[in-house]
């Protein structure tokens, strides 16, 4: 059922902010936790740390230099992996590649750039495929944005009607179109097609559309999107946080057309991604054997879960990332019954699914302590019935 776009007039940034996953150490001191005797399945990284070499890179760091600004040494290693023997044969060219403090920034970037100062009378407004990741449609907020979603539920597996999307972006005409691919939270892979409709029907209207491919590592064989680029209206957003488990020190990328990436860059203030964490990516993109190996990881646990949940009643959705949703009935009392064990899940309540929890995927022996967990609490009385 469409939405309609809303416009809000007066953003309050304090009451507004998006919902995360991730542990807070004061509701830790609440429960009276430390935060070694948790587990963290409520954000969603790679299961297997960090890749050799990250650490011996980051203690060569100067930390009394400034960082380089314009991340030069990782744009050029990011830019040799991201090859390809026919397609790039020489990689990305540099100025189409810019660095952010996580990909997070740089959707902030992009709101400020498109929507704050709307150029040549544009509208100022986005369109979100919806439910998603909240950061867009709070970065899109701060910017004054009139924001409308195009909504999926469950009965459609999730799977936004493309058709319908792109006939609303024809007709409401916004300046930003947002789309997750794989979908955070319902783990939907979109094909190239699918994803080619929404960049047609953005171009028709001068819009650009933004592909968030923080997940992108962990799919199982997907199509090459970086051609997309060529298009000149298409923006890829890369997590370097998620693929190499650097999410204390925040990392991501753009790929997109060397007039976007100037404008986007524009905004950045100076310095904002730190020496350690140019360090880190570079030598973490030398270990090329990683992310095969983090993939393997991720599917074994999938399909552990997948399996081991399964059994005790739950509904399990397929998804083509590093996490998977999980339908029990009510996500906040059985996020909480977990917390109080130790375990962080992600009740996606704040993604509109009061039913869902998202697990984000750990090593095995960690997703048998979350099964042995679930299980005890299955037979607890505190926790409520499974949803049918
Ligand atoms: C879809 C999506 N994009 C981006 C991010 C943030 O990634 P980063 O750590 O690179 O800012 C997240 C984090 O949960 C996410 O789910």
């Known amino acids: 059922m469409a939405e309609p776009a809303q416009h809000i007039s007066n953003p309050d940034p304090a009451a507004d902010r998006p919902v995360h996953g991730g542990i807070k150490p004061t509701e830790l001191r609440a429960l009276g936790l430390r935060p070694e005797d948790v587990l963290d399945f409520s954000a969603s ?52 590649i810019l660095v952010g403090n996580g990909s997070t920034e740089i959707i902030h970037l992009l709101a400020r750039a498109y929507l704050s100062n709307p150029l040549d009378g544009a509208a100022n407004s986005v369109f979100l495929l919806t439910p998603t990741y909240g950061e867009y449609q709070g970065a899109c907020r701060l910017a004054g944005a009139a924001v409308s979603c195009c909504d999926v539920q469950e009965g459609s597996a999730f799977r936004w009607d493309m058709e319908d999307a792109a006939q609303r ?42 592909v968030d491919e923080a997940y992108l590592s962990f799919v199982d064989e997907p199509w090459d999107s970086v051609s997309l680029v060529d298009r000149g209206n298409v923006v890829l957003l890369r997590s370097m946080t998620k693929d190499y488990a650097l999410t204390g020190l925040r990392l991501g990328y753009s790929l997109a057309s060397e007039e976007i990436t100037r404008r986007l860059a524009s905004f950045q203030p100076d310095w904002s991604v730190n020496g ?51 339908r029990v009935g009510d996500a906040t009392s059985w996020r909480d019954n977990l917390a109080r064990k130790g375990i962080f899940v992600r009740d996606c309540t704040s993604f509109g699914l009061p039913e869902y929890i998202r697990i984000g995927i750990r090593s095995l022996a960690d997703c048998q302590r979350l099964v042995e967990a679930v299980e005890s609490l299955s037979h607890s009385p505190a926790q409520g019935p499974l949803a049918d």
């Open 276 to 326: 350690l964490a140019q360090a880190a990516g570079v030598a973490a993109l030398a270990d090329t054997a990683y992310l095969p190996r983090a993939r393997q990881a991720v599917e074994q646990a999938k399909g552990y879960l997948t399996e081991q949940l399964g059994k005790q009643g739950f509904t399990v959705y397929p998804s083509a990332a590093n996490f998977l949703p999980v």
């Open 45 to 96: 990284v790679s299961p297997i740390g960090q890749p050799s070499g990250v650490w011996e890179a980051m203690r060569n760091v100067d930390l009394s230099a400034y960082p380089d600004p314009q991340c030069l040494e990782l744009r050029e290693a990011l830019s040799r992996s991201l090859t390809h023997p026919e397609l790039r044969p020489h990689g990305v060219p540099l100025d189409r």
């Open 169 to 210: 972006i024809r007709q409401e005409q916004p300046s930003l179109v947002f789309v997750c691919n794989p979908n955070n939270p319902t783990g939907v892979f979109l094909q190239r097609e699918e994803v080619e409709a929404l960049a047609d029907a953005s171009a028709r209207v001068g819009g650009l559309l933004v």
